[in-house]
């Protein structure tokens, strides 16, 4: 019988597979349980082979641990104690599920013989993220966990065990002395890019002997390791897509009415593809290719309008922000096709009515390429719907939330995050493309929730390594203003958040609850469980976190902040009048239609 590994020997061959796995970042909430690998993690960051982050709010430190990998395309593991600790991570869980990102769960646990007996902070931890992870492992306390994290880290990259590794494949079908025969129970999204839980039980004793592990290690604030985005999975603009995707449509030999919508995540590929098949492109802004001559600006206010004469539609990326959009996919009169050269997480085989095309060739079979005046017509609506957007913005008195999407859409380099609800979708209506692509833009779309901004903000800016800025309304940043506590000595993002406070939830005046609300008997429930007024002071919070706080009162001030370098953390507070909201939107698409009427004639 081989002899069980104490629980600080357990603790150290897992990190050492997660480093052999390419984790360069591990966030850690503090917990007893834990312990062990918060010391053998410790250890391993006096080597430099990776950074620590500690936070004391587990939901904060999953969302942290999300931006890291989203940030550093890599996967970032992040560590809790047992029990109620382990379900604050599911938010995050869920969106990365959603949107394919390699975030780890290593929870801490309970032996087996202490499950069901009542012991302290103990529950069933295995299985508890169900559907939403890869692969869950539990592992055996005293067993070497090796083999089991390394194939779970694998499972998160969406891989099989690669040929190339044959050592690793001969280790899992035959473990070695002490190694753990504990096998990943694989999810229903196994094959894709994802989350996995790894659930590591520990028995006393949790601490290290007196022999002497760590070196001291000076406070302040963390450079050490600071990975770039081309230490993990390549970045979109890196990546080397078909040649065909971006060459003249060789394969088009036929003409139609297509337009490429972009979603999120689609990539610079969406552009290349749009340009080289004479096609107008309708990009959200975290598709990161709403940019280059065929970009429309305001295309949702089009829809109604020119949409009518489409008769195909290519689809890049998952489309999310606006009914426009989904009512054109809907369209039983236009044949629509989704480019997914590789399985996704977001949708499930057969349950979306876009044919669904792997090969370039195809795709651009299926496209062809625009005939004469198609993408002429469309840029010249975009155009014709930019100029009187402003002209519309321009004569309101004061600031609105979408003249602040349009300037930091315009004044932002580096990173970009854009928060749910009404900041993205004022982006995309505002944010006039451009050129060149100015910044990589990031957005928690795979479940579209306000949870989770601050952090996955802070760890885009830690993973990345570069000035990042976040714009979001007030409601996201108090729903995760905890996240804006860092303990002294932690490494410290560049990061500038851009709050839009209208006092509440301003998305559903334009809703048809705001229809609702304009009847006096709903007014007051309206504004009560819609609204959602508050009270809260900004500036005192954000002094409260040690945060660096400015108040813009005008266009002009609100150009120059966001012209100035992003160095250390701070928020710009941009206060606007929501009680407009609904009839300012309705202005614009009424001088959207004016501008733009007699292009049809």
Same mark, same amino acid.
């Given at each position: 019988m081989t002899a069980q590994l104490s629980s600080m020997e357990a603790a150290r061959l897992a990190v050492k597979a997660l480093v052999w796995g390419g984790v360069r970042d591990v966030v850690v909430a503090p917990g007893s349980r834990s312990a062990p690998l918060a010391y053998a993690l410790a250890e391993a960051e006096t080597r430099d082979e990776l950074r620590l982050h500690v936070r004391i709010d587990e939901r904060g430190a999953a969302f942290t641990a999300l931006g890291l990998s989203l940030g550093s395309l890599r996967p970032v593991p992040v560590v809790t104690t047992s029990g109620t600790a382990v379900g604050e991570l599911l938010?995050?869980?869920?969106?990365?599920?959603?949107? $394919?990102?390699?975030?780890?769960?290593i929870s801490a646990d309970r032996p087996e013989e202490m499950r069901g007996t009542g012991a302290n902070?103990?529950?069933?931890?295995?299985?508890?993220? $169900?559907?939403?992870?890869?692969?869950? /492992?539990d592992i055996?306390?005293?067993?070497?966990?090796?083999?089991?994290?390394?194939?779970?880290?694998?499972?998160?990259?969406?891989?099989?065990?690669?040929?190339?590794?044959?050592?690793?494949?001969?280790?899992?079908?035959?473990? @070695?002395? +002490?190694? %753990?025969?504990? @096998?990943?129970d694989l999810g229903p999204h196994h094959g894709t890019v994802g989350p996995v839980h790894i659930n590591l039980p520990f028995r006393d004793p949790l601490f290290p002997g007196p022999e002497p592990v760590l070196a001291a290690k000076e406070s302040g604030r963390q450079e050490g390791i600071v990975p770039t985005a081309m230490d993990g999975r390549e970045p979109d603009w890196a990546i080397d897509w078909p040649v065909s995707l971006a060459e003249p449509a060789v394969h088009a030999t036929d003409e139609h009415r297509t337009v490429v919508v972009a979603g999120?995540?689609? =990539?610079?590929?969406?552009?290349? !593809?749009?340009?080289?098949h004479r096609l107008p492109l309708l990009a959200e802004p975290s598709s990161n290719a709403r940019f280059g001559p065929n970009?429309? #600006?305001?295309?949702?206010? *089009?829809?109604?309008?020119?949409?009518? *004469?489409?008769e195909r539609v290519v689809v890049f990326g998952r489309p999310t922000l606006s009914r426009p959009v989904a009512a054109l996919l809907a369209r039983e009169d236009v044949q629509t096709a989704l480019y997914q050269p590789e399985p996704v997480a977001w949708f499930e085989p057969g349950r979306r009515r876009e044919r669904v095309i792997s090969e370039?060739?195809?795709?651009?079979? !299926? &496209? #062809? @390429? +625009?005939?004469?005046?198609?993408?002429?017509?469309?840029?010249?609506?975009?155009? &014709?719907?930019?100029v009187a957007l402003i002209q519309v913005l321009d004569a309101e008195p004061g600031l609105t939330g979408l003249r602040v #999407?349009?300037?930091?859409?315009?004044?932002?380099? $580096?990173?970009?995050?854009? =928060? %749910? %609800?009404?900041?993205i979708r004022d982006v995309d209506l505002a944010g006039t493309p451009i050129d060149t692509p100015d910044a990589f833009v990031h957005a928690n779309r795979g479940l579209a929730g306000i949870d989770g901004t601050v952090a996955t903000s802070s760890g885009i800016a830690l993973g990345a390594g570069t000035a990042t800025r976040a714009l979001m309304g007030d409601l996201t940043f108090?729903?995760? &203003? #905890?996240?804006?506590?860092?303990?002294?000595?932690?490494?410290?993002?560049? *990061?500038?958040?851009?709050? /839009?406070?209208?006092? +509440?939830?301003?998305?559903?005046?334009?809703?048809?609850?705001g229809k609702v609300g304009e009847q006096a008997s709903y007014a007051s429930a309206v504004e009560r469980l819609f609204g959602t007024p508050h009270r809260a002071d900004l500036a005192s919070l954000a002094a409260g976190y040690g945060v660096q706080h400015r108040q813009v009162k005008d266009t002009d001030e609100l150009d120059a902040v966001l012209s100035e370098p992003v160095t250390g953390r701070s928020m710009v507070e941009v206060r606007t009048d929501r009680s407009r909201l609904r009839s300012l939107h309705a202005e614009v698409a009424a001088a959207i239609a004016t501008a733009t009427s007699g292009l049809l004639d």
């Open positions: 938010p995050a869980v869920m969106e990365a599920n959603h949107a $394919g990102v390699e975030l780890l769960v902070q103990t529950t069933v931890q295995p299985g508890l993220f $169900g559907i939403h992870v890869r692969s869950a /492992v055996p306390a005293g067993d070497d966990p090796t083999d089991a994290i390394r194939t779970s880290l694998l499972n998160a990259k969406g891989i099989p065990l690669p040929p190339a590794l044959d050592d690793l494949r001969a280790m899992a079908a035959t473990p @070695s002395p +002490g190694q %753990s025969t504990a @096998s990943p999120h995540g689609a =990539g610079a590929v969406a552009e290349a !593809f749009a340009r080289a970009a429309i #600006g305001p295309y949702r206010m *089009l829809l109604s309008r020119f949409g009518t *004469l489409a370039p060739e195809d795709l651009s079979l !299926f &496209a #062809g @390429s +625009g005939p004469d005046g198609w993408l002429q017509l469309w840029r010249q609506a975009g155009g &014709a719907a930019d #999407g349009r300037s930091v859409w315009l004044n932002t380099r $580096g990173r970009l995050v854009l =928060g %749910s %609800s009404n900041p108090l729903h995760d &203003a #905890g996240s804006l506590l860092l303990g002294p000595g932690e490494p410290e993002p560049d *990061l500038q958040i851009v709050v /839009v406070n209208d006092s +509440g939830g301003g998305i559903f005046s334009t809703l048809e609850h």
